[in-house]
């Protein structure tokens, strides 16, 4: 066990702890890592001199461990409700390995989302359910790793026999010889976007860092991988994947759980107002407000229309990877197959490409395409490098407006479909969704609203594609960021995008409206975990962006991530939840409803007892000054150093626009979270928050609660599959 057994975990060794501590956490084994606006001179003067008094210690060896070789298949089992999973493990070398980067080759040959073997051979032909590969190259040892998922009635060994096959098409080298220089494309994009940000800068520091790879040798990565050729990624298939790996199956079948029993926990009392010497040092140190950054049409972005349609211009001033997509008000509100269509599209090709040489035309061009279907908007999406924007953007429209496909691939997928609905019915997560959102929809909620088994089967592949084709005559927006100027883009949009003659005006927008009951109500799902999982939500009015503000100083305030009442009350002081959030959460839309929302995941045992403190807790939320001093300048905080990265601006834009909003709201927004005080947030959550009646969403073992004090919150409602699957 990694971690330890229940028992170690229930009995840590303070003692130990301060000895680790204090032989690993020494200047000599740590690194500083820093990405973002700085000066470089001053900042290395400023950890100079915090830093250069540390005192260096001799650090104990790590132990070398020898794993024992793995011969023939080990194989190992375990039972757990719902999908069924076959998961393959093979020993490889260590990241510092020579053969490090031909194995990470080799695992996009296999996988790479698009059109790697798994992805075209088992995925596109639909042989198994879904399946794929990772690798993973440790300092010691590195693994690569094939999964699967079957087909209803195909056996874990039928996976296990197509899983292997792929490596042995890549040993006898029956792959395409255009696909390792693809490979590299993909990866010099994927460091590109990675590169736009300082957290991902930073992390691609730190695992040079924790790899033990010199600097210099760890930005030469992608030149390495470009010298490789087909022979070298034959050699480590041959060299690795021989006749040893382990084989784990995870079986359909009820899971032996653990019993684990509610200790004695005292309830700590905790006081906001404390604060440690080391706290207030921090706090106490000056420094110089950042003036915060807005939005500015014409500087930031820019709003035209092309043909009938609007079209949204940000400029990429770091690299040459572009992001567009087409937004149509359309989704699986006004036509509930539409999620279906999707899936099909993703089997389909055109009249030019069979789905399979579609694929690989997109991975040539190094260019990633999707389709998401929302409750009520769909967006046609393609990004990737900005030479081939114009290609790329030919290859979608007519991906779009001319899907191909035949009976037997929409036969398989149906079944499969229905497969998956099989296995949903056992998830306990995917229930409690289903829990949660039809207590608060009824029977507008997604699964009840979705096709019955009967109706996917009847499904004909022409409505289905049809339902595609259609959306380009649909009034639509147009997203585009990178690195082309506004004028190019325009004239690729012109001539490959056709306009409509009169374009179809979308389904009027739904108000989706709460359950909203005279008295608190609990629905619960009898099930056998060992974790039970409690949603608590509850409407609030109507939209209003004068609420902005407040809404955020309360979500800080009463939530705030593990600082927040919600957290340090539930978890910290009573130790009744695994975790536990709670928030007011805003309409997307300006005719929207705001709601309030609180969950948590807790042993069965303890639920009543956990309800009872979080529903309390939502009617009596504790009044502190110095809770909301630190809320109130956290999000001030949060206004004065945000920048929204060049790939957010569209996004951020046409979500306030949906709201109402003209410019950048977050001016005024600062000037009046600076004037809030606290009397003013406790009157927002007054009028729209306490007292409410609850919906109260719960699945668990109802064997291990008592039901008798659950009741005390509300009237108890048992429902079942039937209620909450439309299946």
Request: hydrophobic share 40%.
């Amino acid at each position: 066990q990694t971690i330890g057994t229940v028992e170690h975990l229930k009995n840590p060794s303070l003692e130990r702890m301060y000895a680790f501590y204090n032989t690993y956490y020494v200047p000599n084994n740590m690194a500083i890592l820093i990405s973002g606006d700085i000066d470089i001179k001053s900042t290395i003067q400023l950890i100079d001199r915090e830093f250069s008094h540390w005192q260096r210690r001799d650090l104990t060896q790590f132990p070398l461990h020898k794993e024992p070789e793995i011969k023939g298949v080990e194989r190992v089992s375990v039972d757990y409700p719902g999908e069924e999973y076959v998961l393959l493990a093979f020993r490889t070398a260590k990241r510092s390995h020579k053969d490090a980067d031909a194995l990470e080759i080799l695992d996009m040959i296999l996988d790479n989302a698009t059109a790697g073997l798994i992805n075209l051979n088992l995925n596109q032909q639909q042989k198994v359910r879904e399946a794929g590969s990772y690798p993973y190259l440790f300092n010691d040892y590195g693994a690569q790793y094939l999964w699967g998922v079957p087909k209803q009635d195909q056996t874990l060994e039928e996976v296990e026999a197509l899983l292997i096959g792929q490596l042995e098409l890549i040993k006898a080298g029956q792959f395409e010889d255009w696909i390792i220089p693809a490979i590299v494309t993909d990866f010099r994009k994927s460091e590109k976007q990675r590169l736009e940000g300082n957290g991902p800068r930073v992390g691609m520091m730190r695992a040079a860092y924790l790899g033990y790879e010199k600097w210099r040798d760890a930005v030469r990565m992608l030149d390495r991988k470009a010298k490789l050729k087909k022979k070298d990624i034959v050699k480590v298939a041959k060299k690795y994947f021989k006749n040893g790996y382990v084989a784990g199956y995870r079986r359909d079948d009820e899971q032996n759980r653990p019993d684990i029993q509610k200790p004695p926990i005292d309830k700590i009392d905790i006081d906001a107002s404390r604060q440690s010497p080391f706290s207030a040092d921090i706090l106490s140190i000056p420094f110089e407000e950042i003036e915060p950054a807005y939005l500015v049409p014409g500087r930031d972005y820019a709003v035209r229309e092309v043909g009938d349609s609007d079209f949204y211009y940000a400029h990429n001033p770091l690299n040459d990877l572009f992001s567009f997509s087409i937004s149509v008000d359309i989704g699986t509100l006004s036509d509930n197959r539409m999620g279906i269509a999707r899936d099909l599209l993703n089997k389909s090709g055109t009249p030019r490409h069979t789905a399979e040489e579609l694929k690989k035309e997109w991975y040539k061009l190094g260019t990633d395409f999707s389709l998401s279907i929302g409750d009520q908007e769909t967006s046609i999406s393609i990004s990737g490098l900005d030479e081939n924007f114009a290609a790329s953007l030919k290859l979608m429209v007519d991906f779009i407006t001319q899907p191909t496909t035949d009976d037997a691939t929409l036969a398989e997928l149906q079944d499969i479909i229905i497969a998956k609905r099989d296995d949903a019915l056992k998830d306990h997560l995917t229930i409690h969704q289903a829990l949660y959102s039809f207590h608060r929809l009824g029977d507008k909620a997604y699964y009840r609203r979705v096709p019955s088994n009967e109706e996917v089967r009847a499904l004909s592949r022409e409505e289905l594609l049809s339902l595609i084709s259609s959306l380009l005559d649909y009034r639509r927006a147009l997203l585009y960021t990178g690195s082309q100027p506004i004028e190019a883009v325009q004239a690729a949009l012109a001539e490959h995008l056709p306009a409509s003659e009169v374009p179809v005006e979308p389904p009027p927008y739904e108000v989706l409206d709460f359950t909203r009951p005279d008295e608190t109500q609990i629905y619960f799902f009898d099930k056998k975990v060992a974790q039970a999982q409690v949603r608590i939500e509850y409407a609030g009015g109507s939209y209003n962006a004068s609420l902005e503000p407040s809404i955020e100083l309360f979500n800080d305030y009463f939530y705030g991530g593990m600082a927040g009442i919600v957290f340090q009350e539930i978890r910290e002081a009573r130790g009744l939840a695994y975790s536990v959030g709670a928030f007011y959460v805003n309409g997307r839309d300006k005719r929207d409803f705001n709601y309030m929302i609180a969950g948590m995941g807790t042993q069965a045992d303890k639920t009543p007892e956990a309800v009872n403190a979080l529903a309390g807790l939502l009617d009596d939320v504790p009044e502190s000054p110095e809770r909301f001093a630190a809320a109130q300048q956290s999000v001030l905080n949060k206004y004065r150093t945000e920048r929204l990265g060049f790939r957010s601006v569209l996004g951020t834009v046409r979500g306030w626009e949906r709201k109402g909003l003209t410019g950048d709201p977050r001016s005024w927004r600062l000037e009046q979270i600076q004037s809030v005080d606290l009397d003013a947030i406790l009157a927002f959550y007054r009028k729209y928050i306490q007292g409410r009646p609850k919906l109260i969403s719960i699945t668990g073992d109802k064997s291990k609660m008592n039901l008798e004090a659950l009741a005390a919150e509300g009237e108890i409602i048992e429902l079942t599959l039937e209620d909450l699957f439309a299946f």
